[in-house]
């Protein structure tokens, strides 16, 4: 069964980086890898998308090696409101094309 | 500007029963997604329409069935309600074209309860 995996769970501390990654071994040649995060009761919100390499924004780096089948998201100086679920999502080619969602990482921030 | 719609936010249901979700995407917005989140879990993509036309569709039951409106407003519909069908729905709308492509705007979502 296609799917994508992720560390359930992480802690760290404010001011420190963070580096959570997701493997996708079937992911679609054409598709890129987005991660999203999400706080209780609302909505995931964007972070970042890349299809190779690395892609920087303001708050996070993405980096995709040349096989594309991981990507880690890296947080630098995390703090407190990054306490959140943090999702990789990407297209998966098995027998048909899917959109997974990994289930999440739990990111801990203590200060 | 407003961000993603959906309506109602909570409502409670009985096995059998039908459901409708709605969402109203970003302006400007001509994508529009359906998700089902389980407490604790990530979301499970359901549909993408994209110009009025489904562009992807995931693992779920022919129960379950989507349409989008000209103004790219979009209805969910569930029928034969389950306990199993008790979740989050989450509707995004996006510029993008395809379901794997393009930054995603969610609304808060619509929680379903099954009784």
């Known amino acids: 069964l296609a799917k994508t995996t992720q560390p359930i769970s992480m802690d760290s501390y404010e001011g420190q980086e963070v580096n959570i990654t997701c493997s996708h071994n079937?992911?679609?040649?054409?598709?890129?890898i987005t991660w999203y995060q999400q706080f209780p009761s609302q909505g995931p919100r964007f972070i970042i998308q890349?299809?190779?390499?690395?892609v920087t924004n303001e708050v996070a780096s993405l980096f995709i090696p040349a096989d594309r089948k991981s990507s880690t998201l890296s947080l630098p100086r995390v703090s407190l409101s990054d306490t959140a679920v943090y999702y990789c999502l990407v297209g998966i080619m098995d027998s048909n094309y899917q959109l997974i969602w990994g289930a999440g990482t739990k990111l801990i921030i203590k200060p | 500007d407003a961000g993603v719609t959906q309506s109602p936010t909570h409502l409670i249901k009985t096995r059998g029963q039908h459901v409708t979700l709605r969402c109203s995407p970003i302006?400007?917005?001509?994508?529009v997604s359906w998700y089902q989140q389980v407490l604790g879990q990530g979301p499970q993509f359901i549909f993408q329409?994209?110009?009025?036309?489904?562009?992807g569709r995931g693992n779920f039951p022919d129960r379950f069935s989507a349409r989008q409106f000209p103004n790219y407003s979009s209805e969910l519909n569930v029928n034969a309600l389950l306990l199993g069908d008790s979740a989050l729905y989450l509707c995004?709308?996006?510029?993008?074209?395809?379901?794997?492509?393009?930054?995603?705007?969610f609304g808060e979502g619509s929680r379903l309860t099954v009784l």
């Open positions: 329409y994209y110009e009025k036309e489904e562009r």
């Open positions: 890349g299809y190779k390499t690395k």
């Open positions: 302006s400007g917005h001509k994508s």
């Open positions: 995004a709308s996006s510029f993008a074209r395809g379901p794997g492509t393009g930054e995603l705007f």
């Open positions: 079937n992911i679609a040649t054409n598709d890129y």
